[in-house]
């Protein structure tokens, strides 16, 4: 690899030094180097201003934490551009190269020295009775949750047009095999290991009996159908894409949920296999 973009989160990185040091020990070694902090544009969500990115591009550094990492898979998703993590936070399973580690994790890069792990995302679609629709995609997972008072959420949930259950619940969390060790592992869901194609279907704290989680496969159409609240009230209700993008909904919206056709590629240099990693995370 010669061409290289830095992601930021600069509130993890003081001064930024681990940013700097990136570029210019890349740069050092003759190769091409961006950086990216997210302070020229306000306007963007996360911290990836993608008319910085250049075509030649072949790999992304993101330092900071999974957080960090999901946010610029979302940004970036059409470029089809590999991604490694750096992780400057709490122990995560995007980011799992250390600072420490970096000279040497770089070199590699350069070397040419590493695995590409692609991972499947999920293409969620919106449709209200207009009929308007809105769609993004996340690599982790969409959360239908409710906002502002505390209530419950009443809504069907259908798998390729079937209704699967009828839930009255905080919410749930449709994931992919990368985002089973995320929200949907607090909420009772399975670890699965990432590379597989299978859809996660968790239900946050229902008020009923039907709290286990469900796998479906990868080809399934999930759709989440929002009822009326108690009294027919209009209940505030919206979908989370991996913890940033947020599309409101409300009584009579569906959400579609199936496999995007996008992966995300996650750079691989280290010879631990994930049920080693998942070991020593539990351990710690």
């Given at each position: 690899m010669d061409h290289f973009y830095v992601i930021t989160n600069p509130s993890k990185d003081e001064g930024l030094k681990v940013?700097?040091?990136?570029?210019?020990?890349?740069?050092?070694?003759?190769?091409?180097?961006?950086?990216?902090?997210?302070?020229d544009n306000k306007d963007q969500e996360g911290y990836t201003d993608r008319s910085k990115v250049d075509e030649r591009t072949q790999c992304v550094i993101v330092l900071g934490g999974d957080g960090t990492l999901l946010q610029a898979a979302a940004d970036l998703v059409d470029m089809d551009i590999p991604f490694l993590g750096i992780n400057l936070g709490t122990l995560g399973f995007l980011?799992?190269?250390n600072v420490s580690e970096m000279p040497a994790a770089?070199?590699?890069?350069?070397?040419?020295?590493?695995?590409i792990e692609k991972r499947m995302m999920l293409l969620g679609t919106a449709f209200d009775k207009m009929p308007h629709k809105e769609e993004a995609m996340a690599l982790n997972d969409i959360v239908i949750t409710r906002k502002?008072?505390?209530q419950i959420i009443h809504f069907n949930i259908y798998v390729n047009g079937l209704l699967l259950h009828k839930y009255h619940a905080d919410g749930v969390i449709v994931a992919t095999p990368t985002?089973?060790?995320?929200?949907?592992?607090?909420a009772g869901g399975p670890v699965v290991e990432p590379r597989a194609s299978l859809i996660l279907v968790s239900p946050i704290c229902p008020h009923s009996m039907q709290s286990r989680s469900i796998v479906?496969?990868?080809e399934d159409t999930v759709t989440i159908e929002i009822e009326s609240g108690k009294d027919g009230n209009k209940q505030g209700i919206e979908a989370i894409f991996?913890?940033?993008?947020?599309i409101p909904l409300e009584a009579g919206d569906k959400l579609e949920i199936k496999r995007s056709e996008k992966?995300?590629?996650?750079?691989?240099?280290?010879q631990v296999s994930f049920l080693e990693s998942l070991h020593k995370k539990m351990s710690d």
């Open positions: 940013t700097y040091f990136v570029r210019d020990y890349l740069i050092s070694k003759g190769k091409t180097c961006v950086i990216d902090t997210g302070g980011a799992e190269v770089l070199d590699r890069l350069m070397q040419d020295d590493y695995a502002g008072s505390l985002g089973s060790t995320g929200y949907s592992l607090s479906l496969s990868s991996d913890g940033s993008h947020k992966t995300t590629g996650i750079i691989k240099l280290s």
